[in-house]
């Protein structure tokens, strides 16, 4: 919250914003603005562990937008060639701002693209929490066998509109009724409550940690000090 309201005390000292978090201490190397430019760097960052020859994995996020920059098939392509320890993890929620898969994409799955680079590609039901754990869990077993990457694409949808000004009106009203019936929050805590993992109390409990936790962040990030203009070319490349 504070990274985001700009404030000193943000993960980037409020130079980041929501666009460029990025935290190195828990291995996050940040987030990019640039449709498709963290491709590459999950690339690099999956290099480096080789080269280091530590066991690490690296996860690259992006959307099906994404999948069609330059930069999603030069970097899949040259982490196939390395067999690097990369997991690819296309959220595919339909959309790419305002325009539909279908527009502007022949093929209906996103992982076929991996056959193009001779790795493993799988479609996973993104809004089911154990079904995305277990392609992970493979994946990750791959990469640190030394077989390479894998493509994992996540099938979901986008709850609201591109930003909190996109009122989604190209989307058809049926379409979304339907994908909220399949939030991954409570169909995952029915599972669990199914699977007699999980109590109402214990979900009444956590929901309430997690309302105070964000409640705690937004207090603190409002309370933060904005970075002085003396402090400006601080902690930046330049
Ligand atoms: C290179 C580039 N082109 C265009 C944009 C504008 N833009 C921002 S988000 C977005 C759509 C991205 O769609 P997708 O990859 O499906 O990601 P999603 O937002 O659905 O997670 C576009 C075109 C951008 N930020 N960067
Ligand atoms: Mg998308």
Redesign the pocket.
């Given at each position: 919250m504070a990274e985001i309201l700009g404030k000193k005390t943000g993960y980037c000292r409020g130079k980041g914003g929501s666009m460029h978090i990025a935290d190195f201490s828990v291995g996050i190397l940040g987030a990019t603005?640039?449709?498709?430019?963290g491709i590459p760097i999950a690339t690099g960052a999956g290099l480096s562990i080789k080269l280091r020859g530590t066991h690490q994995v690296v996860a690259g996020f992006?959307?099906?937008?994404?999948?069609n920059?330059g930069t999603f098939h030069e970097s899949i392509n040259m982490a196939a060639i390395w067999s690097l320890p990369v997991i690819f993890v296309c959220?595919?929620?339909l959309?790419?701002?305002g325009?539909r898969q279908s527009m502007v994409m022949k093929i209906e799955s996103i992982s076929e693209r991996a056959v193009a680079y001779g790795i493993p590609g799988v479609t996973v039901d993104g809004n089911d929490v154990l079904a995305v754990y277990e392609a992970t869990q493979n994946a990750v077993n791959h990469a640190r066998d030394g077989e390479g990457p894998t493509l994992i694409e996540c099938k979901t949808y986008?709850h609201k509109g591109?930003s909190r000004f996109d009122p989604a009106t190209y989307r058809p009203k049926e379409e979304v009724e339907e994908w909220l019936k399949r939030d991954p929050i409570p169909r995952f805590k029915a599972e669990l409550r199914k699977m007699q993992l999980l109590t109402e109390q214990e979900a009444k409990r956590i929901e309430q940690a997690v309302v105070s936790d964000v409640e705690q962040a937004v207090k603190f990030a409002a309370e933060s000090p904005y970075p002085a203009p003396e402090e400006a070319l601080e902690n930046v490349y330049r």
């Open positions: 603005a640039v449709v498709g430019a992006f959307g099906d937008g994404a999948s920059q959220e595919n929620n959309y790419a701002m325009t986008r591109h």
